[in-house]
């Protein structure tokens, strides 16, 4: 199923927890937006981040995307407080009547199972399933990574072929620098100067586990070269993201879609 009804959603990390407070799940924040989704009445296909429970003991203990010799003990934690997180996430969406269906990160790893995988994801679509996955802890010959719910974003669009892709933060869009000062870019195309100028701008922004906002812009810019167009929305104002899918003006930032 390449749906072109089915959207991509990544909750991020900043919205369904409490960033600056260790283990802390934002309940509010992720009801609201549990509930927005669920009145879209539309396919989806869900990714979320690790917040201040996986970035937490991913920075106390030195996790990144670059394969790292962790201590066994700092691997287990990292991987026990996504997956606390992940289960009330799946409640959260469960309460507000979606059906979610847990699909684990390293599937997306296993190149043998790279055909499983679509249809995989394509026939819980199809039996109304959402499926859900997360960034999380990955095993590497050489030691252990992290695996960003930016670049699972990227690895369902390529599958899925989604109509549009939504990165629900905590901010309105995207910002021309790191002030965060002024009004965000509302639109921009894929393979721009413009795009190009802003992650140059932004390049010297706060490193996190997973690369910051830099990343998340490349990751979408990915997303969007497969012709799917990516919208930054702010996660806390989820009727945003109702509004754009159904035909009204965005607060936020498009990066316009454009196979290339």
């Known amino acids: 199923m390449a749906s072109k009804e089915l959207i991509l959603v990544k909750l991020g990390g ?25 009145s879209i009445e539309t396919p989806l296909a869900l990714v979320h981040g690790g917040g201040s429970f996986g970035h937490y003991y991913a920075s106390k ?3 990144s995307k670059q394969v790292s010799k962790a201590s066994p003990r700092g691997i287990s934690e990292t991987k026990a407080a996504m997956i606390d997180l992940h289960s009330m996430v799946l409640k959260s969406l469960q309460n507000a009547g979606l059906s979610p ?29 959402a499926p859900v996955t ?5 095993q590497d010959p050489e030691g252990y990574r992290i695996i960003s719910g930016d670049t699972l974003m990227f690895e369902l669009a390529r599958k899925l072929n989604p109509r549009a892709a939504f990165f629900a933060m905590s901010e309105d869009g995207i910002y021309s620098d790191s002030s965060l000062s002024g009004v965000p870019i509302k639109e921009v195309a894929v393979n721009s100067s413009e795009l190009d100028n802003v992650i140059d701008t932004l390049k010297a922004s706060a490193f996190d586990a997973t690369g910051g906002i830099v990343f998340k812009i490349q990751e979408a810019r990915r997303i969007a070269e497969l012709g799917v ?21 965005i607060r936020g930032t498009l990066i316009k879609g454009a196979r290339v």
Do not use: C
């Open 101 to 129: 269906f847990t699909v684990s990160p390293v599937a997306f790893t296993e190149a043998a199972n790279k055909n499983w995988l679509k249809r995989h994801l394509t026939s819980l679509i199809r039996h109304t399933l």
């Open 229 to 249: 167009d990516v919208y930054f929305v702010n996660g806390f104002r989820p009727e945003q993201l109702v509004k754009v899918l159904k035909g009204g003006a």
């Open 61 to 63: 203990h030195k996790l």
């Open 134 to 138: 997360y960034g999380d802890v990955l």
């Open 14 to 38: 900043s919205v369904i927890t409490v960033k600056d407070k260790p283990l802390s799940f934002n309940q509010e924040a992720t009801d609201r937006i549990s509930r927005a989704l669920a």
